[in-house]
């Protein structure tokens, strides 16, 4: 792994950008692994700011999400095929055949996932896959539990997930209680990871994924056996190299 700290934010989103901007720029038909929440709503401001210049296009991009809700119509604000319309699809001119998010709404579940799954094996590996990280070091929505699953499925949110994300919700109720993401396997296959954590709040569970044992409890800390594996943070950890 490769720790970048930045001083601000704002230093890390356009370093953030810079970085995905230059897969694509090296490989105009590049396949992104995309995330959403707070995390990457600046990232993509900037990504946005660099397409408005004319300084990159997204025509032959494509694009796989990581996750989606269960049960919440796309036409949700809180969507996450409707935050990656906002913040980043609306205003860049990939295709939209080429942007894919899960289908949460889809009446089979389970021949959803297999369907995301087998897109992704056509299409990949995914050259850069970003991701964020929760309190309780999920990628994606795996969550910690006693296994983790290889393959794209359906998930129960944890009850300190749906919290985390009740802040985008009117109350508790109205979030979500499952997810279809990305599995494990799928992540891993990525060609490059970029791992973006900000805020102090999470230098203890990314000190857990940098230094910490290898464990399905901490989702995030398997990215240590990943061999292209990008972290740019703006909290106060070190990266042991050594015990
Ligand atoms: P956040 O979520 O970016 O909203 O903090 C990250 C995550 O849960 O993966």
Do not use: W
Request: charged share 25%; hydrophobic share 35%; glycine share 6%.
């Amino acid at each position: 792994m490769i720790l970048h700290k930045f001083k601000t934010q704002a230093d890390l989103d356009r370093a953030a950008a810079d970085l995905i901007i230059s897969v694509v720029r090296s490989k105009t038909n590049a396949v992104l692994g995309m995330a959403t929440g707070g995390t990457p709503v600046g990232l993509y401001k900037e990504i946005v700011k660099t397409y408005q210049q004319g300084l990159i296009s997204f025509k032959e991009a494509r694009t796989f999400n990581l996750d989606e809700y269960v049960g919440l119509p796309v036409t949700h604000p809180e969507s996450y095929r409707a935050f990656m319309q906002r913040n980043l699809f609306d205003h860049i001119d990939i295709k939209p055949e080429n942007t894919h998010v899960p289908n949460g709404n889809a009446p089979d579940i389970d021949a959803e996932c297999r369907r995301y799954d087998e897109m992704l094996y056509q299409q990949g590996p995914v050259d850069l896959q970003l991701l964020g990280i929760g309190h309780n070091g999920h990628i994606g929505f795996n969550e910690p539990d006693t296994e983790l699953s290889r393959f794209t499925y359906k998930v129960t949110l944890k009850e300190d997930t749906r919290e985390a994300n009740k802040r985008f919700f009117n109350s508790l109720d109205e979030v979500p209680t499952h997810a279809v993401t990305m599995g494990m396997g799928t992540i891993m296959q990525a060609k490059m990871i970029l791992l973006v954590v900000k805020g102090q709040e999470k230098a203890e569970i990314l000190d857990r994924t940098l230094n910490g044992p290898i464990t399905t409890q901490v989702p995030a800390s398997l990215l240590q056996t990943h061999p292209r594996v990008i972290v740019m943070t703006d909290c106060d950890v070190q990266y042991k190299v050594s015990h």
